[in-house]
């Protein structure tokens, strides 16, 4: 949440820090400044997107080689222009843009007013920015650096940081807890930013700061130390990210390429993990701890939102094929309700961004415990890859859409390949068996793309229910999962009320939700559910709810009790949530676009959530 861009160099920092804020605006988008240092320190910030910054700013003087920025998603104090970061220190000494939260503000705050300190906003970040003041006030101090590390050692809580001292033209000082900062490397310059999207069009050279880190940068020097000032030697990673993976190219929303760019994600995950001519699947993350895995005695699977869902999914498999008993959590319980852990429990992480603040808490506190912790995540190099003790990247590329789409596709495909090999290397499937599930799993990418091709029935389809108040998703088994992650979708971007639940379940409450103007999406697959399913749509019908089906080609039974119907290819049904999740993502697309909503940037979302 928030986004942090920094810039030193020989060009005009500006330019670079407004196309960075643009990139990383999935992180939040209710404000958004800049400051540029240039004799003085500039600030400009403005209410709302990128772009209003930026006609805001267009007549004024942003020149400077030096400049840091910031997108906000707001936690505390309401978005607007004065709660807009970077924020100035009370004798304008500091400029600081922040992301994540200070938690003993108040405490903090507290001391400084006594100090005669006055603050202009409700944010804990004008307390850092001051706390930083009052230190580089004092006589013995007068040094930026010094200043930083003496107030970062009184906080608690969560930050990434980037600083400009007026006094100080030559240098930005940057540090990190909690949440991520990535410093790319250039020719006599240096960038800064939350993620490697706004880094990667000038070096594929980063450092990923590690918590505890401060950076003091200059445009030719980088020094890394501790709060506690001991030096700290970094690592440059060389990162492998293209301008056309962060770019919309001619499609209207990010969503929709992402949602076009499965078959293709699908593929890159499972390439080099499924080999056909061994008729075998390799998870090379997993290699040295695969023994463990196999004698484990439980698996527990953590995430949050969508990853949650890909995590559900992931029970339904490892218990029915590899028989081990799974639970599945949501992050923000599991890291606080004291869970039982034991010795021989396998903990997966599963998580797009990798910076969740609650699923890093929460694997933070597993392995205290001793649990051996894997990560399934998309974006290389983060927080929580770096925390696991092994792990599976899922190479769906850069998703920038709030609402994810092809991360839960590659989650899936992912953790579908972990449960078949744990199920044959604990001997709970034949070759045969394991064999036919590689084949489906290699078959999918094709029948995504003949759903892709569908996508005009479903926009008319869309066209119909876009007016609808409330949608209910309903599935089982493995369909379950499938049918939460549509509703999610609906209400993400459309801000369409939907609920997804287990079909058997509608009996017990969402029935009574159901009158002609209800959209009932029911998913189902030709699996050992299909005629209970079939039931619970004439529950549906005789209340003159409109069901709408996503039908495999040969399912003519539901096919003619459906209303309206999304077709998609047969499959096994271990694998029939790679298929069926695909109309659902379009029909949400289709219906926020018609209902003229912000598909990339829903309001109130973030995508990236290092705040708890
Ligand atoms: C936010 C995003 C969701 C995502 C969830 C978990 O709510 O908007 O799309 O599923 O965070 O994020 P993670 O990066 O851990 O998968």
Redesign the pocket.
Known sequence: MCGIVGYIGDKNAYPILIKGLQRLEYRGYDSAGIAIHNSSLKTFKKKGKVNELETFVADKDTRGYIGIGHTRWATHGEPGNANAHPHTSMNGNFVLAHNGIIENYAELKEDLLKKGFVFQTETDTEVLVNLIEYFYNLNEVNNAELAVRLALSKVVGAYGIVILCKNEKDRIIAAKMGSPLVIGIGQGEYFLASDAGPIVEYTNSVIYLNDGNVAIIGKNSLTLKTIGNAPVNFKITKIDLSIGDIEKGDFDHYMLKEIFEQPKTIQDTYRGRIKPEQKDIVLGGLLDVFPKIVQAKRIIII?????WHAALLAEYLIEEYARVPVEVEYASEFRYRKPIINPGDVIIA???????AD?LAAIKMAKKQGALILGICNIVGSSIARETDAGVYTHAGTEIG???TK?FTAQVTVLSLFAFKLAKARGQIDQEFYEMLINEMLDIPDKVQTILLRNSNIKKVAEKYKDAVNALYLGRGYLFPVALEGALKLK?ISYMHAEGYAAGEMKHGPIALVDDNLPVIVVSAKDGYYEKVLNNIQEVKARKGNIIAVVTESNNKLRNMADDIFEVPESHPAVAALLTVIPLQLFAYYIAVMRECNIDQPRN?????TVE
């Open positions: 995430g949050c939102g969508t990853s599963v998580s797009q961004s990798g910076e969740t699923t709030v609402a994810s991360a993400e979302l973030a995508k990236s959530v």
